[in-house]
């Protein structure tokens, strides 16, 4: 692979959302493995992710790491975190899914991820903000919050894409 070709591809790395724990999880275990989709995609197994690093790939990303697909426990101590995953082997869009998201099947081998950024948890950052509540504006303060850590994180890693120093390419 060229060095053009290397820096398309990680250019065209698609990012995903997801909780600290499983990330950390699967690094550990090796290996990011296929699971089952909801909703439309409850045929489909697969480790799901957005489609690139655009904004609006990086904003879906984002919400997912954040707001994950359980109830408001999950929220409240999940450990958001976004990060890369270089396409490999066979990855699609099923049906139905848009311009929105891809999986890859066969799963993820960790080794060739990278972690983009790791949020604080919604319990934590209360705890820190000197906030009361848990209701709805409250979580919304600390999404903006986050979302504010998650943009300049994601500029650093599109600076320095992801390890790649620009004079390498």
């Not at 600290?20 to 489909?44: C, I, L, M, Y």
């Not at 697909?69 to 995953?85: A, C, M, Q, T």
């Not at 000197?130 to 919050?145: A, P, R, V």
């Amino acid at each position: 692979m060229s060095p053009f070709d290397s820096a398309w591809e990680l250019v065209k790395a698609p990012l995903r959302g997801t909780s600290g724990k499983w990330f950390d999880q699967s690094v550990k275990d090796g290996r990011f493995e296929p699971r089952q989709g909801a909703g439309a995609f409850a045929d489909h197994r697969g480790v799901w992710s957005a489609r690139g690093e655009d904004y609006d790939s990086a904003n879906l990303a984002f919400h997912y790491a954040i707001r994950g697909d359980g109830g408001w426990s999950e929220k409240f101590n999940r450990v958001p975190l976004v990060h890369y995953i270089p396409r490999q082997g066979n990855y699609d869009v099923p049906h139905g899914a848009g311009s929105d998201a891809i999986r890859f099947p066969g799963g993820v081998d960790a080794s060739t991820t990278k972690e983009v950024w790791r949020g604080q948890t919604f319990s934590d950052w209360l705890n820190n903000s000197g906030l009361m509540g848990t209701d709805s504006g409250t979580f919304n303060t600390y999404e903006k919050e986050q979302k504010k850590a998650f943009m300049e994180a994601l500029e650093r890693w599109t600076n320095d894409k992801g390890g790649l120093k620009h004079d390498s390419l």
